[in-house]
C-alpha cells in the first residue's frame, strides 16, 4: 500500500479501497501463420457462472469471433474449452462409470456429456483424439454417471453463443475445488503438447474430414 501511495502521491489512509489485476508487460503481437489464425482467450468468474463483464458470457468475445470469422475464407474453426477433469478416487471408485474413469499421469480427459454441460460433440471428440495419435499424445475420456449431477465448463456457453464447434477437455485432478487440488505433473505437459499441437494441426486435420449428414 505504501508502494501504491507513493506511485500516486496520496497517503495510505486516502486510499478507501483497491482491486488488484495482473497484467502481461510484453507487447502484443500478431498470432497468425499462413493457414490459420491462432487464439488464447482467458476469463475470469467461471466458478460463479460466467456472467461477468470478464467473464466467458460477455459479449466481447462473440462480437470478436464473429468478426474475425466473418473475414475468413476457409472457416475451420474450431475451440477448446480448457478445464479440470474429475479424476477418479481410489476411495470412491463408485462415484464414477467402470469405463470412464479418468487416471492421473494417463493423459488429457475429453469430457462428454449428453445434457451439453460439456460442449463436446462426436465430431470434437474425433478431432481431438486423431490429434492425440498423430503426435502420440495419450487421451481418456469421461462421461459422468447418469445418476449423478454434472458440472459446467465455458465450453457450452462459448460454442452456443459464438457458433463454434468445441471439445471440452481437461487433465484429471482429485479434489477439484478445494483448497488443496491434485493433478499429476507428467499431465501438466501432454496437456502442453496437446494444445500446441491443436494450434499446428487442427485445420488439415478439419479439411480432411467428412461428417455423414
Not at 460466467?50 to 476457409?74: D, K, N, V, Y
Not at 494417463?106 to 481431438?128: C, D, E, P, W
Not at 481418456?140 to 449431477?149: A, I, K, P, S
Not at 500446441?196 to 494441426?201: D, E, I, N, P, S
Amino acid at each position: 500500500m505504501q508502494a501504491l501511495s507513493d506511485e500516486i502521491n496520496c497517503n495510505v489512509d486516502d486510499i478507501v479501497s483497491i482491486v488488484l489485476n495482473r497484467r502481461d508487460t510484453q507487447p502484443s503481437c500478431l498470432g497468425a501463420s499462413e493457414h490459420a489464425i491462432c487464439m488464447v482467450a482467458l476469463f475470469d468468474n467461471e466458478e460463479v457462472g460466467s456472467g461477468s463483464i470478464q467473464g466467458a458470457g460477455a459479449p466481447t468475445m462473440f462480437q470478436a469471433m464473429r468478426g474475425i470469422i466473418s473475414c475468413l475464407a476457409e472457416k475451420y474453426v474450431g475451440e477448446v474449452s480448457a478445464d479440470m477433469a474429475h479424476g477418479v478416487h481410489p476411495n470412491f471408485m463408485d462415484k464414477h462409470e467402470e469405463y470412464h474413469r479418468p487416471e492421473m499421469q494417463k493423459g488429457l480427459v475429453i469430457k462428454h456429456n449428453a445434457n451439453q454441460r460439456y460442449a463436446t460433440s462426436g465430431v470434437t471428440s474425433f478431432l481431438f483424439q486423431e490429434k492425440g495419435k498423430i503426435h502420440n499424445l495419450p487421451t481418456q475420456e469421461f462421461v459422468v454417471r447418469n445418476n449423478m449431477g454434472c458440472g459446467l465448463t465455458i465450453g457450452p456457453i462459448q460454442a452456443s453463443g459464438a457458433g463454434i464447434c468445441t471439445v471440452d477437455c481437461g487433465i484429471a485432478q482429485l479434489s477439484m475445488p478445494s483448497v488443496r487440488e491434485i493433478c499429476g505433473k507428467e499431465d501438466i505437459d501432454i496437456a502442453h503438447k496437446y494444445f500446441k499441437a491443436f494450434y499446428q494441426t487442427f485445420s488439415s486435420i478439419y479439411r480432411k474430414l467428412i461428417v455423414d449428414s
